[in-house]
């Protein structure tokens, strides 16, 4: 633990004994390492997305945990993160933007755009509903001979690895359209038949990789469009500016930003022009 006062706060009455000096130890590691800003508001969270941790590791006290992220050599700390890293998601979530990528930019770049190429990126893809949707877009819309690339990217590294199989319940495909599901979904059989899978060539469309967006960004070339949805709402609003900048860095001059139903560049950015909905378009 870091040093400090030698009084500790009152426990709680839980499973296990969670101080205050625990929870400010435990927000300044989750602030440091991903950027995530966890007021007080959200320490029962805290407490429930950890108490496996501290079963998995035989601990009885949050003070032993945080020793044990002191002393880590990053196995657990992999652990953490992942623990407190929030992934809610669905197939074609805030269609408003599928929306303008099929019926207004798609066909833009496609008449305009200089080369046939196409990169996109999927920033916080959580489980990969988000990168999948997009490639059954581009997929779906897209003419003959054009070279497009989804770069997925995530935190945590548990939910790339679900991402990567492109395997769900198939109740996370409702929703969907049956031509659609169709096309893009192979059904299970036998003990499996209540699972989908993403076919091979949408998965080969997309690259996984577990990427901090607070760290450096080993990265190549520039993209067309980046989502980034739900994400900086955990930052304050200086990290919000930094991660901002650093991806109109990473556009193409005349890119589009797509952004959380909940987040606004107002006053963060004066990089993009909003167009509307959450949808930005780089200005410089």
């Given at each position: ?246 991806f109109a860095q990473q556009m193409q001059t005349d890119g ?29």
């Amino acid at each position: 633990m870091a040093q400090g006062s030698q009084v500790l706060d009152a426990p709680r009455k839980t499973d296990f004994t969670f101080t205050d000096r625990d929870f400010r130890f435990i927000a300044k590691v989750i602030g440091d390492h991903a950027g995530i800003v966890m007021s007080e508001a959200k320490r029962d969270l805290v407490y429930r997305r950890l108490q496996s941790r501290l079963r998995a590791q035989n601990l009885t006290k949050f003070s032993e945990y945080c020793n044990l992220l002191q002393e880590d050599d990053g196995e657990e700390l992999e652990y953490f993160v992942n623990a407190l890293t929030t992934n809610l998601t669905s197939f074609f979530r805030e269609q408003h933007h599928f929306d303008f990528l099929e019926n207004e930019l798609l066909p833009s770049l496609i008449k305009n755009k200089g080369s046939k190429t196409l990169r996109v990126w999927s920033a916080g893809c959580s489980t990969g509903e988000e990168p999948y949707s997009i490639a059954m877009t581009l997929a779906e819309m897209l003419p003959h001979g054009w070279d497009a690339r989804i770069l997925a990217t995530d935190l945590d590294s548990d939910v790339l690895a679900k991402a990567a199989q492109g395997i769900y319940r198939e109740e996370r495909t409702d929703g969907i359209p049956k031509a659609r599901l169709k096309r893009w979904f192979h059904r299970g059989k036998g003990s499996k038949a209540e699972m989908v899978r993403i076919v091979p060539e949408l998965r080969d469309l997309i690259t996984f990789k577990q990427l901090n967006l607070l760290a450096d960004w080993p990265l190549k070339g520039s993209f067309d469009i980046i989502f980034c949805r739900n994400v900086v709402i955990y930052f304050d609003k200086s990290t919000q500016a930094v991660l901002f900048d650093r991806f109109a860095q990473q556009m193409q001059t005349d890119g589009h930003l797509f952004i959380g139903h909940s987040e606004t560049l107002n006053k963060v950015s004066d990089r993009f022009s909003l167009l509307g909905n959450t949808i930005y378009h780089r200005i410089k």
